[in-house]
T-cell receptor, first 109, second 114 residues
């Protein structure tokens, strides 16, 4: 079992849709959780970062962590074609990040 | 003024060859990383250096040898390349060694072993 599990998709949605991306993790020692966005042929870039259970909002993006069920989510409201990318969740601990497999998202006009 | 840069961007080579990938960061960060991303987009850490010292060495064949001449540079040398080494290799850096710090990734080096 991978330490961080993520459905690779692909996920295709129409412009304006609400997107829900999800990951689960197995190690309860993980303390912080991140979402990275990776455009095609580019390096990943940090999108959101959370420490604790609950929600964190930044513009159209909301990151949610439920430590009791070891579940992390990213919601994208009013999705745009420019949101088309691969989204990688990551869990932090032991001085390193463990990444999920990434979910490829396509938002079509 | 690219924050994390890698060279080359593309590398095509034959099995059995030895090759190097270079990475430089101009962010003044103390910690640098090498990641491997396979064809399914799975990103996995290989090595981490903090102030030129190795702090993370995952289960990576010893054909892979990182070298950090100073804290702004972390190079990756690969001996006796194999087909399974084909992947995109990303360099990253962060302010400190703790994984709470944001990691900034380079553009990647796409390695193809024929």
């Amino acid at each position: 079992q991978k330490e961080v599990e993520q459905d690779p998709g692909p996920l295709s949605v129409p412009e304006g849709a609400i997107v829900s991306l999800n990951c689960t993790y197995s190690n309860s020692a993980f303390q912080y959780f991140m979402w990275y966005r990776q455009y095609s042929r580019k390096g990943p870039e940090l999108l959101m970062y959370t420490y604790s259970s609950g929600n964190k909002e930044d513009g159209r993006f909301t990151a949610q962590v439920d430590k009791s069920s070891k579940y992390i989510s990213l919601f994208i409201r009013d999705s745009q074609p420019s949101d088309s990318a691969t989204y990688l969740c990551a869990a932090g601990g032991y001085n390193k990040l463990i990444f999920g497999a990434g979910t490829r998202l396509a938002v079509h006009p | 003024d690219t924050a994390v840069s890698q060279t080359p961007k593309y590398l095509v080579t034959q099995m059995g060859n030895d090759k190097s990938i270079k990475c430089e960061q101009n962010l003044g960060h103390d910690t640098m990383y090498w990641y491997k991303q396979d064809s399914k987009k799975f990103l996995k850490i290989m090595f981490s250096y903090n102030n030129k010292e190795l702090i993370i060495n995952e289960t990576v064949p010893n054909r892979f040898s990182p070298k950090s001449p100073d804290k702004a540079h972390l190079n990756l040398h690969i001996n006796s390349l194999e087909l399974g080494d084909s992947a995109v290799y990303f360099c990253a850096s962060s302010q400190a060694a703790g994984s709470t710090d944001t990691q900034y990734f380079g553009p990647g080096t796409r390695l193809t072993v024929l």
